[in-house]
């Protein structure tokens, strides 16, 4: 099946720093690609949906200045916090997807980057 | 109100029992179900599509009720290696094909 790769897999960072998180579409393009935060305990919740050579479409409540999505090819999107503060602490997931339209698409997902901030 | 809701549980199933659990959604223009199986601090993985009709992969059968506006999964013989939490998904009518997730149920396969 499709792989999808997040690097790093977990960072740990000072309150008030940027960190950078990519998402790679290893053997399939994707147009699409997702970018969820997992809190415990909590589902996982949308904060972007990025399109490639477009800006992003933010869910209401998640600060686009804040949590700035690049997705400059078709194999690549970056989600990056920027002044990370401990309440980002959470687990970032990105998903993409392998085709537009059909009833039965799959979404892949990445392993996730567990964010720490001290 | 949460758009998908599901029991947490956890579920404590013997091995070889038969757990079942259901998944609400509110969103009547939903139009694809889901469910995903996700390890501790792992990715959601697919687990199986959700059709009308209902469906079986091996030993799990997901139905699919639209009036009532609910999703099942039925997992039989249980295996230790089944112990996870499940995700109900359900997928937007949008262009984007955004998926909405509850927040799981807990599933404890015990020897």
């Known amino acids: 099946g499709a792989v999808v790769s997040q690097h790093p897999s977990r960072v740990i960072c000072k309150s008030g720093t940027s960190v950078k998180i990519e998402c790679r579409s290893l053997?399939?393009?994707?147009?699409?690609m997702f970018w969820y935060r997992q809190f415990p305990k909590q589902s996982l919740m949308l904060m972007a949906t990025?399109?490639?050579?477009?800006?992003?479409?933010?869910e209401q409540g998640v600060e686009k200045d804040k949590f700035l999505i690049n997705h400059a090819s078709l194999t690549l999107s970056t989600l990056t916090v920027t002044s990370a503060h401990p309440e980002d602490s959470s687990f970032y997931i990105c998903?993409?997807?392998?085709?537009?339209?059909?009833?039965?698409?799959?979404?892949?997902f990445g392993p996730g980057t567990r964010l720490l901030v001290l | 109100r949460k758009e998908v809701e599901q029991d947490p549980g956890p579920f404590n199933v013997p091995e070889g029992a038969t757990v079942a659990f259901n998944c609400t959604y509110s969103n009547s223009a939903s139009q694809s179900f889901f469910w995903y199986r996700q390890d501790c601090r792992k990715e959601p993985k697919l687990l199986m599509s959700?059709?009308?009709s209902g469906n079986e992969d091996g030993r799990f059968t997901a139905q699919l009720n639209r009036a009532s506006q609910y999703i099942s999964l039925l997992i039989r013989d249980s295996k230790l290696s089944d112990s996870a939490t499940y995700l109900c998904?359900?997928?937007?009518?949008?262009?984007?094909?955004?998926?909405?997730f509850g927040a799981g149920t807990q599933v404890v396969v015990t020897p």
């Open positions: 998904v359900v997928r937007l009518t949008d262009s984007w094909g955004k998926l909405q």
């Open positions: 998903s993409a997807r392998d085709r537009p339209g059909g009833l039965q698409e799959t979404q892949y």
């Open positions: 053997d399939f393009q994707a147009t699409t």
């Open positions: 959700v059709y009308s």
């Open positions: 990025s399109n490639e050579g477009s800006k992003a479409t933010y």
